[in-house]
């Protein structure tokens, strides 16, 4: 019998817990997410635009505070950091190799609201709240079988539960076996 070295990619969308913050930063994410959100609404409806653009848009613009601006990049190199070292020390173990391929803090990505949606203001507050991180990663095991489905499940339910001790909430939004 033949031992098959499959690799799993993963999607995680991982939350830190609020009281990793209040140890480790001066600034609330939850203060800073409401700032930004208030920004960006103004702006939004200063230029007239008909969707919420990232952050990254507004921030090449110049038209956001910079103390905002350092407030959630430093939240943000914080929190990535600690998801990386996290991910590293619960999956070592585990899996034959760990390999975090991309990482991003939610408040970076496109807002998934459109000004004049109900509760657009409550929504942009959460996705501009620093607090949330997308991380794609590859894994790999040693098996006797080859690629299979049930490889990938079982990876994505082994990594959610090794990982919601570490953080608030752990998300597996996919799961698949790659060549």
Partial sequence: MSLHHNQVALSLRVRIPGYVFERHLPASPYVVGEALADAVTAEVRRQGLGYY?????????????EALVESVSGISWFITNLVRQELQKKLRGLFA???IES???????????????????TALVEHYTPDVVKV????SA??????????AGWA??????????????VEVTSARCVE
Avoid: H, K, W
């Fill in 53 to 65: 653009p990232p952050l990254e848009f507004f921030i090449r613009q110049g038209v956001l505070d």
């Fill in 97 to 99: 190799t760990v390999r």
């Fill in 103 to 121: 990482i991003q803090t939610l408040a970076y990505t496109m807002p998934p609201v459109r000004p004049g949606s109900l509760n657009a203001f």
């Fill in 136 to 139: 794609g990663l590859r894994v």
């Fill in 142 to 151: 040693i098996e006797r079988r080859e690629n299979s489905q049930a490889l």
């Fill in 156 to 169: 994505g339910e082994v990594c959610r539960r090794r990982l919601e001790d570490a953080f608030g909430e």
